[in-house]
């Protein structure tokens, strides 16, 4: 997770945007709890600040320096 939010951030997208949680099947309140503040907290967020934009070769070859890939 630590990871995947490091790659987040270093391709401009806030690493607020992933979030993972234990719920149970029995638990639907919780369920719907933490899936309401998430909701809230991405509309807080604002949009995503890539939406519509294609990555350029420069980041690419960075983004796959950095996770090792050639």
């Known amino acids: 997770m630590t990871f995947l939010k490091k790659l987040?951030?270093?391709s401009g997208i806030h690493?607020?945007?992933l979030r993972t949680r234990w719920v149970s099947s029995a638990e639907a309140?919780?369920?719907v709890?933490?899936?309401s503040?998430?909701?809230e907290e991405?509309?807080?967020l604002g949009p995503n600040p890539?939406?519509?934009k294609q990555p350029k070769?420069?980041?690419k070859v960075e983004v796959q320096a950095e996770i090792g890939v050639n």
């Open 8 to 10: 987040l951030e270093f």
């Open 15 to 17: 690493p607020e945007r």
């Open 29 to 31: 309140v919780e369920f």
């Open 33 to 35: 709890h933490e899936v």
């Open 37 to 39: 503040a998430f909701v």
């Open 42 to 44: 991405i509309k807080k």
């Open 50 to 52: 890539l939406k519509g």
């Open 57 to 59: 070769d420069k980041v």
